[in-house]
């Protein structure tokens, strides 16, 4: 998988996720990827949208800290029939991933907050990616409305997958402390959980 060396924590989860979107993902119909939060920094553990720090030449000095979802799905899924919408409601952020992807119309940066996207949707989600919001108390409340949300109006897929960041295990479920038992509870099923959780239907 293009840029594994860079994925640190996220490699196991993002490899089985990559596997899994191939194994699923069909030339007839659009695989439908949905990222709630957006890449939002040039840099690793700062936030600097500024475009004079961003280095597409200089792979290592990338975001890593941030993941990258967008870039590296859509980069390693160049040639196959895939539509990513990337969800966000900041425009710093969206400003930093339109330079980050480039000229890519598989992508589409979409500036809104993640409940009024999924309220308005008219596709059915193959792929749905949680990292919005910083982890914490709002965070936590959001990521249930969503998975709410996408069971109560039926918007993923039959195959469908689920990758939410920022969830290890020990600090007591992170952003999915609440999400996750409710979508457990709704016929999703744990492949992989370390820093993030992969579900799947």
């Known amino acids: 998988m293009k840029y594994s060396e860079y994925f640190n ?3 196991n989860t993002f490899e089985k996720t990559y596997e899994k979107i191939l194994n699923n993902i069909d030339s007839k119909k659009t695989y439908n990827i949905v990222e709630l939060g957006t890449s939002r920094s040039f840099v690793s553990w700062k936030i600097i949208n500024d475009e004079k720090y961003w280095t597409p030449d200089n792979i290592k000095n990338w ?16 040639g196959y029939n895939f539509k990513l919408y990337t969800v966000d409601p900041c425009p ?7 330079t980050i992807i480039g000229n890519n119309t ?13 309220n308005n949707i008219d596709f059915k989600i193959d792929l749905l990616y949680m990292d919005h919001l910083e982890s914490g108390e709002e965070a936590c409340k959001t990521h249930l409305i969503d998975s709410k949300l996408i069971i109560e109006k039926d918007l993923m897929a039959k195959k469908s997958l689920i990758l939410i960041d920022d969830t ?7 952003k999915s402390l609440l999400s996750l ?7 999703y ?5 370390e820093y993030q959780v992969l579900l799947s239907k």
């Open 9 to 11: 924590n996220r490699k």
């Open 63 to 78: 975001a890593w800290s941030d993941g990258l979802f967008t870039k590296v799905f859509a980069d390693n899924l160049e």
């Open 92 to 98: 710093n952020a969206n400003k930093v991933v339109k």
């Open 106 to 118: 598989n992508v589409e940066v979409i500036s809104k907050y993640s409940t009024d996207f999924l």
């Open 168 to 174: 290890t295990p020990v600090s007591n479920g992170g």
């Open 181 to 187: 038992p409710y979508l457990i509870d709704n016929g």
């Open 189 to 193: 099923k744990k492949i992989i959980h």
